[in-house]
């Protein structure tokens, strides 16, 4: 795969040096796209896991359309949607919150799913002047650089994960609502959230066919089997090893960008360091597969 720009019939792709997220313009994701196009955005996804649209105004109606073109939509469980707009959730954080920023932890989008999603489409609508970075790690380097027998010993784990640790009955969020703290978001806490599920804890990806570390410090609550200090062990080891900066993209936002990313090889991370300011993103997710 080149890392240089390459150019399409519709589209330019400007892929980062590492080849861990691409730049895509010369298209207007407003309306539906080419059959062409659209399969060399699904390539330049594929190739590069993380993909921005900059200077796209869209509508909700665009929005959603354009999620659709991805595929269908996914399940989006304890965050209450916009009103009237069931797959789109408003990420919003005004000027004078003080409840801690959405999403500051590494996470795959929903992971504790039976089939989480493929992908996560955000679309900035207002964006602070300082702050709000978004950080991605590429899961599917950091297994390609792991020894050969560090693989051979985590091929075949089975990972168990669950939403219990920020939206379960004892989790962050209902610790945060019964100290009062003020969040602009809805948040549901439910039992469901305490509901584990397991998937390998190497995952390989549908389309690519490799092979991606799929754990998490937020969902992953241990390995199948071991006791309590053997997953913490493992688990801690590669937590640091995922999120090295050799391994990590840290993503600038602009008003009116769309960025696209497959929860199937990379964590990300919402950045703060916005106080003060308003932030507002809209969100979709695209239905995925159960982890094989």
């Known amino acids: 795969m080149s890392q240089a720009a390459m150019k399409t019939e519709t589209i330019t792709v400007r892929p980062n040096a590492s080849g861990f997220g691409a730049e ?10 080419p059959p062409a196009t659209l399969a060399a955005v699904k ?30 939509f996914g399940h989006d469980p304890f965050i209450a949607p916009m009103e009237g707009r069931p797959h789109i959730l408003e990420l919003r954080r005004e000027p004078d919150e003080k409840a801690r920023n ?20 955000l679309h900035s609508k207002v964006t602070p ?28 784990l089975v990972a168990i994960h669950s939403a219990a640790l920020p939206y379960g009955t004892k989790g962050l969020f209902a610790q945060e609502q019964a100290q009062q703290n003020d969040r602009t978001m809805k948040i549901i806490v ?9 998937h390998p804890l190497v995952r390989v990806h549908p389309v ?14 241990g390995i199948e089997g071991m006791t309590r200090a053997e997953s913490a062990a493992i688990l801690g080891f ?3 090893h995922m999120t090295k900066d050799e391994f990590v993209y840290r993503h600038k936002w602009r008003e009116n960008m769309l960025t696209m990313w497959d929860n199937r090889c990379t964590l990300h991370f919402a950045d703060g360091g916005y106080d003060g300011h308003l932030r507002v993103m809209h969100r979709t997710t695209v239905a995925g597969d159960r982890p094989r």
């Open 43 to 72: 390539q330049a996804w594929a190739d590069h896991a993380v993909v921005w649209f900059p200077d796209q105004p869209l509508t909700h109606d665009q929005l959603e359309a354009f999620t659709l073109q991805i595929g269908p």
């Open 238 to 240: 590669l937590y640091a």
């Open 102 to 121: 959405f999403g500051a932890g590494w996470h795959s989008d929903w992971s504790f799913q039976e089939e989480p999603p493929a992908a996560t489409l």
């Open 24 to 33: 895509v313009t010369g298209l207007d994701i407003s309306q539906p796209l």
């Open 129 to 156: 002047p300082v702050g709000g970075d978004t950080l991605y790690a590429d899961c599917t380097r950091a297994y390609d650089a792991l020894s050969d027998v560090m693989k051979r010993m985590l091929d075949g």
């Open 208 to 221: 690519t066919g490799r092979k991606a570390l799929y754990v998490s410090p937020t969902y992953t609550l």
């Open 190 to 198: 439910s039992e469901e959230a305490d509901k584990t599920f397991p």
